[in-house]
């Protein structure tokens, strides 16, 4: 059985070897993949700003997602970025991403966030069969041209919160 759970600054380590896998497999190692577990142990007490998810199959843990919130006007206020989203290989095609995926959009929905968004590798390079890509199956839409895309799901906001301010 996978679980989820809030990613902690006690996290550092295993963020730092997930972040740095994703990246090895994107191929984006010139020096990239050697993240520095201070780096994250700094941006991890960032609740507001970086919040994450691990899941774990038992003790071990197999996938990652981590988000930032921005906000736009074509976003009509706060929305979310999905930074990083990892599965071990292992535990892909299991349901892993897509119960990351919605934990969240369920955060992104209790902010008020009008919409989520998440760069990935152009489809179907990164794909096992472009039908049933992981991003258009958890109700993402494809958006963007170019070597790589960016996918779009609106969030419906939650009654009774308006756009949010940072307050001194």
């Not at 497999?25 to 700003?49: F, I, Y």
């Not at 969240?104 to 008020?112: E, F, I, Q, R, S």
């Not at 993402?140 to 949010?164: D, I, K, V, W």
Request: with cysteine.
């Amino acid at each position: 059985m996978v679980t989820t759970r809030e990613v902690s600054v006690d996290d550092a380590t295993t963020v730092t070897q997930m972040v740095g896998d994703l990246l090895t497999e994107l191929e984006a190692s010139d020096g990239q993949a050697e993240l520095d577990a201070q780096l994250v142990a700094e941006l991890l007490p960032m609740k507001e700003r970086v919040h994450g998810f691990l899941a774990f199959a038992e003790e071990r843990a197999v996938g990652l997602i981590m988000r930032t919130e921005s906000a736009s006007l074509f976003a009509r206020g706060t929305y979310g970025i999905i930074t990083e989203l990892y599965v071990v290989p292992d535990q892909r095609s299991s349901g892993v991403a897509m119960g990351l995926i919605e934990a969240a959009v369920a955060v992104g929905t209790a902010k008020g966030w009008g919409q989520l968004e998440i760069g990935a590798p152009k489809q179907p390079v990164w794909s096992r069969s472009p039908n049933s890509a992981l991003y258009l199956k958890a109700g993402f839409a494809e958006m963007g041209r170019g070597s790589s895309c960016r996918y779009t799901t609106q969030l419906a906001r939650s009654p009774g919160l308006s756009l949010r301010r940072d307050r001194d």
